[in-house]
């Protein structure tokens, strides 16, 4: 077999979060394997991440799922050609976990480390759908991030506007806590939202403003208080309402800000990624919005890859492969890892 | 102890802000009050006294946030979601006992892990005078934190 015909296979983690991860990936865009191992169970009880109880439950994990990888693409370590690995942003306690799983296969196969940042990895989801051409636009919401990047080049990312306050998937789980509904609250939420109409008009934060900045904490409050002023009066609000209403008011902001990015930046592809990409609220709009853009057409992460996964880690390990972007045995876990701030922006 | 009541989200940020010259490496500051009472908003006029021009965002999803950049680190944390415990195993001594400030939300939470001064600022939402009325309690433990509160309160009243 020639050197061009020969597959490149990554074994990459991701263990940032709820999710211990393993994935093996073929030329950075066939999924061969992707095992995920969720404790979003063992969380709901406690309302949220717990980081004691995610570390531990990342240690039973990463190793039955290195295993059930390796055997699920039919794959020896001996066939591999480096392994990735999620080195921030995330809890530190849970990073540790899949750094040290990987630092420790590659130390004793003699393979490449490659370091990913997480960010990179939830826009490589969409590589999954088709390959990136550049310059492109992401919109990243998640849990903990909701943030604009633009990429003019093959592993270049630039953030031009992000949330000021709280992320868009936090504020889900936070009003959701208001209505009941069990961490993490987002498809509720959305579930209720088709169910319901924008009757509460909630603030639209930062619409208009002159910068492509997110925030979410106003409209948080102005939540809150129309409930608890219910509260004291006795009056019960209907929640699919209240969640139609917030939703709305999310999506507003979240697709007039991504307009006004595209005007400046005009981009081949606008990539959905990240957990909230997943709403079905937010995906309907853009779709809209994009139909009279002529240049630009929307990329939405699969469904199933808009969680934490290892398959979107290893798809972005393949550009940074190529790019020769390595770590070495001292690769340590960068909890508060971000990408750069785009040098003509103003923050 | 001390009062003082606010009508706005820049007012909370203005105290923040007032608090930061004459804070040191090591002070503990909690912030204590219901979702949405203006505990990230005093953080980020806190940040910005610091002379920090970064961001402040939430710290909920990932516990803690560090920001460098200022007269000393500031580091916040948000233990909401320890409830169930586990803050023995945040290392948070070794923020507690490290180069910058520490401001930590939820800390009821993590009580057992608190050094033994702190300045705990109480964050009461008034409903009744507007939606947007808080009451901030200072409460002071230890005698560089009674200063300090001391200080804030000669400043507001002048």
Not at chain 1, 147 to 164: C, D, H, K, S
Request: some cysteine; glycine content about 8%.
């Amino acid at each position: 077999m020639s050197p061009t015909e020969k597959r490149n296979l990554i074994l990459a983690f991701e263990s940032s979060c709820d999710e211990t991860s393993v994935a093996v990936i073929e030329d950075g865009h066939k999924i061969l394997s992707n095992i995920v191992a969720t404790q979003i169970k063992s969380h709901q009880r406690f309302g949220g991440v717990v980081p004691e109880v995610a570390s531990r439950h990342h240690i039973e994990e990463v190793t039955l799922c290195i295993k059930d990888a390796l055997d699920e693409a039919k794959v020896g370590y001996e066939d591999l050609d480096a392994v990735a690995v999620t080195y921030g942003p995330g809890l530190v306690g849970a990073l540790l976990i899949g750094v040290t799983a990987a630092k420790t296969v590659a130390f004793a196969h003699n393979l490449p480390l490659i370091p990913v940042n997480h960010m990179a990895g939830h826009i490589y989801a969409a590589r999954y759908v088709e390959p990136i051409e550049f310059p492109a636009l992401a919109l990243l919401v998640s849990g903990g991030h909701t943030e604009l990047v633009y990429m003019p080049a093959e592993n270049q990312f630039e953030i031009i506007g992000e949330t000021r306050d709280d992320a868009a998937g936090e504020a889900y789980d936070k009003v959701g806590r208001v209505m009941g509904v069990n961490y993490p609250a987002g498809k509720t939420v959305d579930e209720w939202a088709h169910q319901g109409k924008d009757t509460f008009k909630f603030p639209r934060a930062m619409e208009k403003d002159d910068n492509f900045d997110f925030s979410f904490s106003g409209l948080k409050s102005a939540f809150i208080n129309t409930t608890h002023h219910a509260d004291q009066i006795g009056e019960t609000l209907s929640k699919q309402d209240l969640s139609a209403s917030f939703q709305q008011a999310v999506v507003d902001v979240l697709a007039e800000k991504t307009k006004h990015a595209l005007a400046d930046y005009p981009v081949h592809q606008l990539i959905l990624a990240g957990g909230v990409a997943a709403n079905q609220g937010l995906r309907e709009r853009l779709e809209r919005d994009l139909q009279s853009n002529p240049t630009t057409h929307l990329v939405k992460a699969p469904l199933k890859l808009c969680g934490d996964n290892a398959a979107m880690i290893g798809a972005f390990a393949y550009v940074a492969y190529q790019h020769g972007v390595f770590a070495d045995a001292t690769l340590n876990a960068d909890p508060s890892l971000e990408f750069d701030w785009a040098a003509d922006s103003v923050k | 102890m001390y009062e003082v009541t606010v009508t706005s989200p820049e007012a909370t940020m203005a105290l923040g802000q007032q608090l930061a010259p004459d804070l040191q490496p090591r002070d503990v500051i909690l912030l204590d009050g219901d979702l949405g009472a203006g505990k990230t908003t005093f953080t980020k006029g806190l940040a910005a006294g610091l002379g920090i021009t970064r961001n402040v965002k939430s710290p909920t999803f990932t516990i803690i946030r560090e920001y460098q950049g200022g007269r000393i680190p500031l580091y916040h944390m948000d233990v909401y979601r320890l409830e169930e415990g586990g803050g023995d195993e945040l290392g948070l001594d070794e923020y507690f006992n490290g180069d910058g400030v520490n401001v930590v939300e939820w800390s009821k939470f993590i009580a057992d892990e608190l050094p033994e001064d702190y300045l705990r600022i109480v964050f009461k939402r008034d409903d009744e005078a507007g939606e947007s009325q808080r009451t901030l309690r200072f409460e002071p433990r230890g005698s560089h934190f009674e200063k300090l509160v001391k200080q804030l309160e000669d400043g507001t009243n002048e």
